[in-house]
Nanobody, 119 residues
Framework: QVQLVESGGGLVQAGGSLRLSCAAS??????YAWFRQAPGKEREFVAA????????SYTDSAKGRFTISRDSAKGTVFLHLNSLKPDDTAVYYC??????????????WGQGIQVTVSS
């Protein structure tokens, strides 16, 4: 059974940092990604990583501030959030699947974790 369990969210001031973790179990997928959903908005792609070689991709708003990485030995995917802004406030979701920025490429999702950035 595939499980994705997020951790590391919380409340942080603008300009601060957080590290989100996604512990994956059950099987390995070709891509892992982070999406986020703010209140009243669609769930949007943030970043993705190819498990085999660590190749990464980001949405424009994440480039230069967020970093996705993985620890293959531990089966964990990370999202390092730096220079956070109030607009980054959202529930962040870990996802596993075949890749790309589209939600329908991911078959498995974590339960989501809240990130709140205060001004």
């Amino acid at each position: 059974q595939v499980q994705l369990v997020e951790s590391g969210g919380g409340l942080v001031q603008a300009g601060g940092s957080l590290r989100l973790s996604c512990a994956a179990s059950g099987r390995t997928f070709s891509r892992y990604a982070w999406f986020r959903q703010a209140p009243g908005k669609e769930r949007e792609f943030v970043a993705a990583i190819r498990w085999s070689d660590g190749y990464t991709s980001y949405t424009d708003s994440a480039k230069g501030r967020f970093t996705i990485s993985r620890d293959s030995a531990k089966g964990t995917v990370f999202l390092h959030l730096n220079s956070l802004k109030p607009d980054d406030t959202a529930v962040y979701y870990c996802a596993a699947g075949s890749g790309g920025p589209s939600r329908d490429k991911y078959d498995h999702w974590g339960q989501g974790i809240q990130v709140t950035v205060s001004s």
